[in-house]
């Protein structure tokens, strides 16, 4: 088995004969988090992403080349579910911190217990619609990253840049059409939430890509705060 860096910071490739898989380095070694495979390389454990549960790693391995560097970053996370997407940033960062938003407190009491292992991810029980409602816990961010599957998925992500992102820093957002409007093509969803992300909130929409192959209906729009 070989392991090899890629142009994301903390995210390695393993080659086996006839496989190539996504890998973080297990920052919680001999604890899986969502029954993801475990792999021993050169005495480092490393856990495997799945790109069918993680809109990040479908994202990566649609190709798309503008994805933030994320090992040294604050970053604000809405809608973090159990935690499978924020357990591999957990993996990823060195010297940040992950403000996970979530707003059911059935699923928080997992991704809670989660946090307790990981110190770098921050639990917080809120609604994203409602910044003002953790304005107390969280100054400034670098990044913003959201997957929450609503009706308002660009006026929620574009609230909470106005409120938390830094100027020059990022946003990646997962976008589910079908959560947005069942009766237009993807692709007219997508135009349209680019379209408020740009005019409502100012943002500069620098990658955008459909992820298709893993999740249907689904897009990631990359964007910078000028
Ligand atoms: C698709 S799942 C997120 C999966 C997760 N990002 C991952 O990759 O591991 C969407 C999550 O967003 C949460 N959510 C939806 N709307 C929200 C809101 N307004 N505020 C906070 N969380 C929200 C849901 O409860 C759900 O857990």
Do not use: C
């Amino acid at each position: 088995m070989k392991i090899n860096e890629t142009p994301i910071d903390g995210l390695f490739q393993l080659k086996s004969e006839n496989k190539t898989r996504l890998v973080t380095r297990n920052r919680v070694p001999g604890t899986s988090v969502y029954g993801e495979q475990l792999i021993s390389v050169k005495g480092a454990e490393y856990r495997v992403w799945d790109p069918y549960r993680s809109k990040f790693a479908a994202a990566f391995l649609s190709g798309m080349k503008k994805i933030p560097q994320i090992y040294d970053k604050q970053i604000l996370y809405l809608g973090t579910s159990t935690g499978t997407t924020p357990s591999h940033f957990s993996d990823i960062i060195e010297n940040g911190k992950i403000f996970g938003i979530e707003f059911s407190p059935k699923v928080m009491r997992k991704f809670f217990r989660l946090t307790e292992q990981r110190s770098n991810l921050v639990p917080i029980l809120a609604d994203a619609r409602r910044p003002e409602e953790y304005s107390s816990f969280i100054f400034e961010v670098d990044m913003i990253y959201q997957d929450v599957a609503q009706p308002d998925q660009a006026t929620i992500f574009g609230r909470n840049a106005q409120e938390f992102l830094k100027s020059g820093g990022e946003g990646i957002i997962a976008i589910k059409s079908q959560s947005i409007d069942v009766s237009l093509e993807p692709k007219e969803v997508f135009k349209n939430q680019i379209e408020v992300l740009e005019s409502v909130f100012g943002l500069k929409v620098i990658e955008s890509s459909s992820i298709d192959d893993f999740e249907k209906k689904h897009a990631v729009i990359i964007v910078k705060k000028p």
